[in-house]
C-alpha cells in the first residue's frame, strides 16, 4: 500500500479552507441556511429575524430590514430588523413611493446604491446606516406577482461591482424565500380565519332553527315557513346539527 502524499494531502487541506471562506461557498450557505430556518420556524417574525442576522454574519450586512406592507394603511413597517434599535424600528414607516424603501414597493424594481454618502433621495429615515462608505440595497419581496414588501440590506461599501452584483444575486434568493414565508404564514392565518367564520355560521344556522322550532312549540312546517325553507330541508337541518326528533309534524 502506498504511502499518502503529505504534499497533496497539505495541498487539499489548504484547497478546502480556502473553498469555505470563498464568498460563492459563504452565501450559497447563507442561502441553505435561510431555507432551512424559514421552513423549519414556527414563529415568523423570529424567522425573519435570524435570516438577517444571517445577512451581518456571511455577507456583512450589518443593518437590515424586512418592510411589510399593511394595505389598511397603505404604509409599509418593519417587521423584522437587525442593527436597529427599537427606536430606530418605530421610524420605519414608509408610504408608496417615500424614500427608497417605499418606491421599490411601489415599482416592484430593486435599487441598488454602491455608496449612500451625498445622495439625496436616501433617506435614512431610521438614522441607522452611516450615510458615508456604505452599500444600500433594496429589493421588492414578491411572490406569485404579488408584492408583499420590501428587504433591504447595508453594509461596507464593495471593492468591485461584481461584489456588489453577487450580493444583489443572493438577496433576490432570499427576498423570494422571505414572500414565500410570508404568503404561507398569511395563507394558514386567513383559512383559520375562514374556518372560525364557517363554524360561528353553523353555531348561528342552528339557533335559529333551535328558535324557531321552540317559538311554533315544535311544529316543523310552522318552523320551516317561519325560516322560509321547505319541512325537508327542515328536517335535513335538524339531522345535520343533531336536534332532537321531539317536535310533532302538523299535517
Known amino acids: ?20 471562506h470563498d464568498p460563492k461557498t459563504i452565501r450559497f450557505s447563507a442561502l441553505y441556511e435561510a431555507a432551512k430556518i424559514l421552513s423549519d ?24 430590514t ?11 413597517t418593519i417587521e423584522a430588523a437587525v442593527g436597529l434599535t427599537d427606536e430606530e424600528q418605530r421610524r420605519g414607516r414608509y408610504r408608496l413611493g417615500e424614500g427608497i424603501v417605499g418606491k421599490v414597493m411601489q415599482s416592484g424594481l430593486p435599487i441598488v446604491v454602491p455608496d449612500i454618502g451625498g445622495q439625496p433621495h436616501v433617506l435614512n429615515k431610521t438614522r441607522a446606516c452611516d450615510p458615508q462608505g456604505t452599500v444600500f440595497i433594496c429589493l421588492p419581496i414578491k411572490v406569485y406577482g404579488k408584492i408583499l414588501g420590501v428587504l433591504s440590506a447595508g453594509g461596507p461599501a464593495r471593492d468591485t461591482r461584481a461584489s456588489v452584483d453577487a ?3 443572493v438577496l433576490t ?27 360561528g355560521l353553523r353555531d348561528l344556522e342552528r ?20 325560516l322560509g325553507i321547505t319541512p325537508r330541508q327542515l328536517a335535513y337541518k335538524m339531522h345535520k346539527y343533531r336536534i332532537i326528533k321531539e317536535f310533532r309534524i302538523e299535517g
Do not use: F
Open 41 to 64: 420556524q414556527i414563529d415568523l417574525a423570529r424567522g425573519l429575524h435570524d435570516v438577517l442576522r444571517l445577512l451581518d454574519a456571511c455577507m456583512g450586512m450589518t443593518t437590515s
Open 173 to 199: 434568493i432570499m427576498a423570494s424565500l422571505i414572500g414565500h414565508a410570508v404568503w404561507l404564514r398569511r395563507e394558514q392565518t386567513h383559512n383559520l380565519h375562514t374556518l372560525d367564520t364557517w363554524k
Open 66 to 76: 424586512v418592510c411589510l406592507y399593511d394595505p389598511q394603511r397603505c404604509e409599509l
Open 207 to 226: 339557533e335559529l332553527v333551535m328558535r324557531a322550532l321552540k317559538e311554533n312549540r315544535g311544529v316543523q312546517a310552522r318552523a320551516a315557513a317561519r
Open 167 to 169: 450580493d444583489v444575486q
Open 1 to 20: 500500500m502506498l504511502a499518502p502524499n503529505l504534499n497533496t494531502m497539505a495541498g487539499m487541506t489548504v484547497q478546502k479552507e480556502q473553498e469555505r
